[in-house]
């Protein structure tokens, strides 16, 4: 038992510090952003390593793989279990909205948005799988543009034979190098939630309050049973047992973090942590967790939908057959998975709602008012479906026997240790 509890440890200092955040925040209300910035330092030092670490774990992944053909097989069955978890979670919201209409009685003023820049397809789809100079790799607003050219360096690299092989190390130690330099901006993690937390619902609390109650009220229940039940479903897919065993281990800790900063990007460096001690193999886990946390956002599924329910109740238009049903989850699957890679992509996927439906322009403010609502509980389903994602994935390429696999790896590690301090 005390094992057990010295293994949660830590997601429960992290928890810990996110409720009492949350009661400062109920408490002083906006007076508690003046300890913001305690949350912000956090926020940014994850940042600060998003990049580096995106470049040396993707690249060094692609670099160090036995195959092509495996990367290849990696990518069919993330894309596949990607696709197939946003339309669960859309059916999922479909159904909560069908039980509990949204928007009803609602009333918000209607603001036409200032500016809205027009961009064809074409050019938003260039300018997000390239940048036009090296140096704008460096920003994490252009993410996908990096994870292309991490895998254009680790193809390369692996192609070169003995001439790479030099290279390849290194990239492989950079990527260690930036996971442990996650692990020591981990300490200050308690703080830095605990402050971001207070922040966020003291700034909140009147909203959640007012009109937007109804999308609170539904959104957060349906995100936690989804992740409850399930995260867990599919994480017993993955590994029977064991797997729900190592998931709920190891993913709290995860949840806590993109919980409390609110970006799938600042919980990634976490999330590969955490799917290297559930098992996850290298390969596997440093192509998927990246690019998940760009195009992979069950809970963005879950929020389109609640958005496209929330408009048809405020304009009394009739939300129902299966014709509006099928359309809802096709135009959350193009939001949660597609679009969400895109620079602006949330904004572009509200756009898309409100045009497809032939809505007024002035809906658009509504939409975006819902995301900020419900943004806490989606991106912690957005990254920790990433890592259920991973596991999935290791369980198609690897078989059913690859948890047994773990454990045996991790007998020969404890043997070795145990060697090591004998002769010291």
Partial sequence: MAKKLKAYRFP??????IMIGSIIGLIF???????????DLFLNLLFMVVVPLVFFSISSAVANMDSMRRLGKIMGSMITIFVITGIIASVTMVVATIIFPMGSGVDIPLETPENVEKVTLSDQLVNTFTVPDFVELFSRQNMLALIVFSVLIGLATGLTGDVGKPFARFLESGSEIFMKVIQIIMYYAPIGLGAYFASLIGDMGAELIGDYAQAFLLYYPVSILYFAIGFTLYAFLAGGKKGVARFWKNILTPAATALGTGSSFATLPVNLQAAKNIGVPKDIRET??????????????????????????VFNMDYSGIDTFLTAIAIALLSGVVMSGIPGGGFIGEMVIVTFYGLP????????AIGVVVDPPATMLNSTGDTVASMLVTRQLEGKEWMDKVNVEEQQTAYMQGMKKETM
């Fill in 361 to 368: 322009i002035q809906a658009l403010p509504i939409i975006s």
């Fill in 288 to 313: 998927v967790l990246p690019l998940g946390a760009t195009i992979h956002m069950d809970g963005s599924c879950l929020s389109a939908i609640l958005k496209i329910a929330f408009v048809f109740g």
């Fill in 29 to 39: 209300g906006e007076k508690a952003g003046i300890i913001r910035p305690l949350g």
């Fill in 12 to 17: 429960l200092i992290l928890l810990s510090s």
